[in-house]
């Protein structure tokens, strides 16, 4: 049975769209129409599923291979599902259609023409490092460009000289308390503790014999006084005896402070030894590095930390300058928004926490350091981001 | 030559141009000019014209899902959220879908009763397939809390894919009566004529879904 000998079809060569022509074809052709619309599609669903997975093909050349693909695929939906073909009967179908597709591509072009347009000329302009402030009375908002910085950090530095042997931690490192940030040469701190724990054993030692000779002495003492107060022997003697008892307990008292400078001494070289592994005092981020493999330090005040390590999970502070006429409407407390390049469409806020008296003087124009403090909840904000400021007067 | 095309052309008082005889006219009149068309295709075209308008409809939500699929406020982008295997298997279902209603639509021209009726039965549910795989990913975004609610971008997605979905829905709803009327009242050619406009309805939606499985689901977690 075919379409054509449907008693409402007056018209034999004009087409509905979706209607198969079987004029005289078995149904077993439609059939088949069908399943080759079916395997063309499947085809291009798996190439578009593979293509867009791949690392096989160049990356910006993905998005065009999928339209082309899509629209391969409409074309094959077209044909062979819908029955839309380029034949004169189907003009009228033919003609609806490209005026639809007309108007989806004036539709999607648009769009995004004028809206890629819009955003251009809304796009933050220039990154000058000054103050400026909206002119008009209706604007009374002061905006600034600082950068962020975390609000605690934590120098690591040195606390023995040496060459360092390893380096564990990088700039964006995460570190907990106490995990090893870099290790010092520490075979001279392991001699020099050896050393002081043999010195401290052979001291010990000597004050154990001293100590043993100062007690066999004090006894041949007594036994003396005995003997003497019996006169069997001469007081020279006597006298002799005690001046040696004298000079052991003397060197019993001398060897034993040298045994606790010796303990104090290790103690020391120990401390030394430890230190050799440097450790992050806190848990947070490595935010700068400035040492290498095999460098020498030295753990002189002077010279700069090894790492600076931010705590984690706490404010940032900005640091930004405003003009003295800006600097009256701005107090401490003053609500803050500020803006980062990396979350464009992302509105921070933060207080005025600071507004630092002494001004810096610039062609006669003082300008004040003001600190911005901000909550960095969910650790969007990193270190070294340049804000755009906005403070609202009242 | 009809009776409808003589009452309109041969019974015009004023005679209107054209010698309705010559072959060669025959051959070169325009459809309007040969009278009027079949019921069938007049219905058939003017669902094809709201069809159109539909897509034309549908584009208007790709453009703006294309203008904010990057404003997500720091919320998920499409590629932490899509699932590219449960995307492929509602393309699967929805492809075969077609097919079946393709297959049904030849069944109803051959009023083969079991083949309609098969055929329509796979068709609803690879489409309730399709259906609660969506709703399942819907639900699940919202769990995560990227509901509509979260970011522009996602504010777009589920208007764009949901509106998609619920012609999902009113097809299904459809192709029930439609497997109804034809249980009531059998292959009239009325009945054929919207079963015609179903299987264009259908097959259009799933046109609809190669724009979006490529846009939004490939474009938005490709490399």
């Not at chain 1, 040469?185 to 503790?193: L, S």
């Not at chain 1, 290790?266 to 992050?280: H, Q």
Request: charge should be neutral.
């Amino acid at each position: 049975m075919s379409y054509s000998d449907l008693p409402n079809d007056l018209h034999p060569t004009d087409i509905a769209p979706g209607v198969q022509r079987l004029d005289g074809a078995e149904i077993a052709e439609g059939i088949r129409n069908y399943l080759v619309g079916l395997a063309l599609a499947t085809l291009l669903t798996i190439v578009s599923f593979f293509i867009s997975g791949t690392t096989l093909v160049w990356g910006p050349s993905i998005p065009v291979a999928l339209v082309v693909l899509a629209f391969a695929q409409m074309g094959v939906h077209l044909v062979f599902f819908l029955h839309i073909t380029t034949g004169p009967d189907h003009v009228n179908n033919v003609m609806a259609l490209a005026f639809g597709v007309l108007i989806v591509l004036l539709i999607l072009a648009g769009s995004l023409w004028i809206m890629a347009n819009m955003n251009y000329n809304l796009a933050p302009t220039g990154e000058t490092m000054q103050m400026q402030l909206e002119s008009g009375p209706e604007f009374r908002a002061v905006t600034a460009i600082g950068v962020i910085a975390p609000a605690a950090t934590a120098p690591v530095a040195a606390r023995v000289p040496g060459v360092i042997t390893s380096v564990r931690c990088d700039a964006n490192t995460q570190v907990k308390a106490g995990e090893p940030c870099a290790a010092i040469d520490p075979g001279p701190y392991k001699i020099a503790a050896d050393q002081s724990e043999v010195g401290l054993k052979s001291a010990e030692a000597q004050l154990e014999r001293d100590k043993a000779n100062f007690a066999a002495k004090k006894a041949a003492l007594e036994r003396q006084e005995a003997l003497s107060r019996r006169r069997a022997i001469s007081q020279k003697v006597l006298a002799m005896s005690r001046k040696s008892v004298e000079a052991a307990q003397t060197q019993t008292e001398q060897d034993e402070t040298k045994v606790a400078e010796l303990k104090a001494a290790l103690d020391t070289a120990k401390t030394n030894l430890a230190s050799t592994e440097i450790l992050s005092p806190i848990d947070g981020t490595v935010v700068s590095r400035n040492v290498e493999l095999g460098q020498t330090v030295d753990a002189k005040p002077e010279t700069p930390p090894l790492f600076v390590i931010a705590t984690d999970r706490t404010p940032i502070h900005i640091e930004a300058t405003i003009s003295a006429q800006d600097s009256r409407a701005i107090k401490l407390g003053t609500k803050a928004t500020f803006a980062v390049p990396a979350f464009p469409n992302r509105q921070f806020s933060g207080t005025v926490t600071q507004i630092r008296p002494s001004p810096q003087t610039n062609e006669h124009v003082a300008i004040y350091d003001v600190v911005i403090s901000a909550p960095n909840p969910d650790l969007l904000l990193k270190p070294g981001m340049a804000a755009t400021i906005r403070i609202v007067k009242d | 030559m009809t009776t409808i095309e003589a009452a309109a052309g041969r019974d015009d008082p004023n005679r209107l141009g054209h010698d309705w005889e010559s072959p060669y006219l025959q051959h070169t009149l325009g459809h309007a000019e040969r009278g009027l068309a079949s019921k069938r295709i007049i219905t058939a075209f003017g669902f094809w014209i709201f069809l159109v308008s539909d897509i034309i409809m549908f584009s208007a939500f790709f453009a703006t899902y294309a203008v904010l699929v990057g404003n997500t406020a720091g919320g998920p982008s499409g590629r932490e959220l899509f699932n590219l295997p449960n995307v492929a298997l509602e393309t699967a279902f929805l492809l075969v879908s077609s097919f079946t209603c393709g297959l049904a639509s030849i069944g109803a021209r051959a009023h083969s009763g079991s083949w309609f009726y098969g055929a329509m039965a796979a068709t609803f549910i690879l489409g309730a397939g399709f259906l609660s795989i969506e709703l399942r990913e819907f639900a699940s975004m919202a769990a995560r809390g990227a509901g509509p609610t979260r970011s522009a971008f996602l504010s777009a997605f589920f208007t764009l894919v949901g509106c998609h979905g619920l012609h999902i829905t009113a097809g299904l709803l459809w192709l029930l009566t439609m497997m109804a009327q034809v249980f009531a009242k059998g292959y009239r050619p009325e009945i054929l004529r919207r079963m015609l406009c179903f299987s264009l309805f259908w097959h259009a939606l799933d046109i609809i879904w190669v724009a979006i499985f490529t846009v939004v689901y490939l474009m938005g977690t490709a490399q």
